[in-house]
């Protein structure tokens, strides 16, 4: 399943559960779950995840995501496990 992520923010980290999300009908609701699995957030509570939101919603998020969850993705990039040279 492939999206353009080419108007992305460089900074968002598009998981393929993301990808998944985002393929959807843009007017179609997404679950907080899913929002949060979406931005990889731990679960539906955390206070930076925004709830509900249809997919275009998510998906201007990832285009133009407020300031605590860009920070947010800084933090998974700096934490990540480096991919294994291919």
């Known amino acids: ?3 353009d992520t080419s108007d992305f923010h460089p900074r ?3 998981s393929k559960q993301a990808v ?21 957030f731990p679960n539906k ?7 509900e939101l ?8 990832f285009v133009n995501p ?3 969850i860009l920070r947010h993705h800084d933090l998974l990039t700096a ?5 294994p040279p291919q």
Do not use: H
Not at 45 to 51: C, F, L, M, T, Y
Not at 79 to 83: E, K, L, S
């Open 1 to 3: 399943m492939k999206i």
């Open 12 to 14: 968002m980290r598009v």
């Open 20 to 40: 998944y999300y985002l393929a959807r009908d843009q007017d179609s609701m997404l679950t907080a779950n899913q929002v949060a699995k979406a931005l990889q």
């Open 45 to 51: 509570k955390d206070p930076r995840s925004p709830g």
């Open 54 to 61: 249809p997919v275009f919603r998510l998906r201007q998020i």
């Open 66 to 68: 407020p300031a605590d």
């Open 79 to 83: 934490t990540a496990v480096p991919n």
